[in-house]
């Protein structure tokens, strides 16, 4: 029997891997899993939401720790585990620095490994820090690289990877989202979050929800996105509802600059479940997230992206998103922009799949070895 390991460390990865573990599950396939636990808290949230119970927890995390610091921690305690289970492969995820240091630690071990969402790309080593440069270093690394859309497939394919290496499957995070939005519709599903944001969030006012955590954006360009939320909120007709992320860089200038102002609801950080139901909520998106991105489509909803560049243009070029950067004066020119004159997109196919990757990848897997 195929044994795989599926190995994640941050709540996005987790997000993401957890409808293909379950469908791993109720393959012919053993399954073991190891968070690194680079994302303590936001972590658990999602592993309780999707039932999932790590065979293996790292627990690396500490407070403010290097990204050197971070490698070397993973290096060394993933080396242990591929030794003990001696998988046949090792599923790894995305950009995250636990994803190319345990595709490192495997190599070195002549582990074959498959890459999730492979093929993404700026190409500006800068942006996104360092999630760039840790998805190509995984793609040196691996065996096969699992692509969510044909063009992160024609970027390896230029990069030298062979076709043969390359299967396109969608992304599963739409996977996941619409597994979610089922989950959370019907009618006996309870959450004291989602109860408590109804009785907060004003009816009747245009959402606009906000997300934040880029390294690249932790002062100025943070700083700028918040004075012109200040700017928008001055508008009677919207609430602004900004889940503010743990990191204490974020936290800073967030709290600083936008607590106790009209129109505008800060809160902590919120479980999945809780944040798909604010972004079926929404009118307009703003964020600097990936993921989002890529499950706004699926839900119609305008995303404006405090990016210069971002590794999934698909969306930008379908007209789903738009990117804004970090200049107050285009962030305010757009956010209006859209609230006067949104009503619906008239392309309403998402380019990042329809939700069936997870299947398409533990079927290719259940073939070939």
Known sequence: ????????????????????????????????????????????QVLDFFEIVPDYDLDIMQSNQSLNGLSVKILSEIDEVLKVEKPDLVLVHGDTTSSSMVALAAFHLGIKVGHVEAGLRTYNKKAPFPEEINRQLTARLVDVHFTPTAEATQNLLREGILQKDIIETGNTVIDTLLWTIDKISKVDYYHLEIEKLKREIPSGKKVILVTGHRRENFEVGLKNLCVALLDISKREDVIIVYPFHLNPNVKKTVYNLLSNKQNILLIPPV?????????????????????????????????????????????????????????????????????????????????YGNGDASKLIVKYLSKQY
């Open 271 to 351: 479980s999945y479940p809780v944040f798909v139901w604010l972004m079926q909520q929404s009118f307009l998106i703003m964020t600097d997230s990936g993921g989002i991105q890529e499950e706004a489509p699926s839900l119609g909803k305008p995303v404006l992206v405090t990016r210069d560049v971002s590794e999934r243009p698909e969306g930008v070029k379908a007209g789903f998103c738009t990117l804004v950067g970090t200049d107050t004066n285009k962030i305010i020119v757009k956010i209006e922009d859209i609230l006067n004159n949104f009503t619906s997109f008239e392309n309403t196919i998402n380019p």
């Open 1 to 44: 029997m195929l044994k795989i390991l599926l190995c994640f460390g941050t709540r996005p990865e987790a997000i993401k891997m957890a409808t293909l573990y379950h469908e791993l599950q109720r393959s012919n396939i053993e399954v073991k899993v190891c968070v690194t636990a680079q994302h303590r808290q936001m972590l658990d």
